[in-house]
């Protein structure tokens, strides 16, 4: 029996872990990666205490901050199911049954799928949703970026440095996201703005060839070697069916982080808290470690 289960290991996972091991609780962390979205950055520059870090960097922080505690962490091993049970909760994995007094979610999100013709085919044959990942193999190429946020702007000043010409693909009429990435995005020479977009196909043989869109209400396809998507994110929270939601998915808390299940509580980019941030999310899930402190201390 564990005091509390941590389901995900990103920056609201790690950071309740470490508030939980030194609430002397014992905790379990469950997840299917370390680092989450934080990962997937390549600078960071809006985390107190870091003029700059990449996303490995912080990451391999947490995970050293967390083993310092000895805080048993599963990797590889997501959460498929939760159900209530007579003492507490039963968390399923593809390899076991855990049982705990409290649980705290922090799965944080995913990529959301653009869903048109080619898109399935294509992924991993030039279709990718991070362009830190993927976005080395597409050096000296021609690249079409899907979005006008923040994340497709970090992804173009990214493909800036390495690609050959990079088309930003946005449905907006103008660029979002952040002022200062937006201007040097929008002054690039390699940088060409197409708005008021919608993606038609993404085309190919056995590989990625061409994107076809219609943009201010003209056809035109466009050849290209890769294609980053970044239109945005979904909750990771299908296995949370007792939990409720609300109309974007997001896991529905209070101020003091419970979610409608008592004893349950949620933290991160899986809520609905406002603020999708790295530092956000870990202040979240300290919130929500002390708030699982403060319940297993009244069942004793």
Not at 3 to 9: K, L, N, P, Y
Not at 78 to 91: S, T
Not at 109 to 117: Q, T
Request: charged share 25%.
């Amino acid at each position: 029996m564990y005091d509390v289960i941590i389901i995900g290991a990103g920056p609201a996972g790690m950071t309740a872990a470490v508030y939980s091991a030194r609430q002397k609780l014992k905790a379990l962390v469950l997840t299917d990666n370390i680092g989450g979205q934080t990962l997937w950055s390549t600078e960071i520059r809006n985390y107190t205490g870091y003029n700059l870090i990449s996303g490995f960097e912080l990451t391999e922080k947490f995970k050293k901050h967390v083993k310092e505690y000895g805080v048993e962490l599963k990797e590889d091993e997501p959460a498929l199911d939760l159900e209530i049970d007579r003492d507490g909760f039963i968390v399923r994995t593809k390899k076991e049954k855990y049982q705990t007094k409290t649980i705290i979610v922090c799965t944080g999100k995913k990529s959301r799928m653009l869903g048109v013709g080619g898109e399935e085919r294509f992924r991993g044959k030039g279709v990718t949703y991070c362009s830190t990942c993927d976005g080395p193999l597409f050096a000296g190429k021609d690249v079409a970026i899907i979005g006008g946020g923040n994340s497709a702007l970090n992804a173009a000043l990214q493909m800036i440095e390495i690609a050959s010409k990079v088309y930003l693909i946005d449905a907006n009429a103008e660029l979002g996201g952040e002022a200062v990435a937006r201007e040097k995005v929008k002054t690039s020479p390699k940088v060409e703005h197409i708005g008021s977009a919608i993606v038609e196909r993404i085309n190919g043989s056995e590989f990625v060839a061409s994107i076809s869109i219609t943009a201010g209400g003209k056809k035109r396809k466009i050849d290209v070697q890769g294609i980053i998507i970044e239109i945005g994110y979904t909750p990771s929270v299908e296995f949370a069916q007792i939990l409720a939601k609300n109309k974007d998915n997001e896991i529905i808390i209070n101020n003091k982080s419970e979610t409608n299940i008592p004893g349950i509580f949620a933290a991160g980019d899986c809520t609905d808290v406002f603020g999708k941030q790295i530092i956000v999310a870990a202040g979240e899930g300290a919130k929500a470690s002390i708030a699982a402190f403060k319940y297993v201390s009244m069942k004793r």
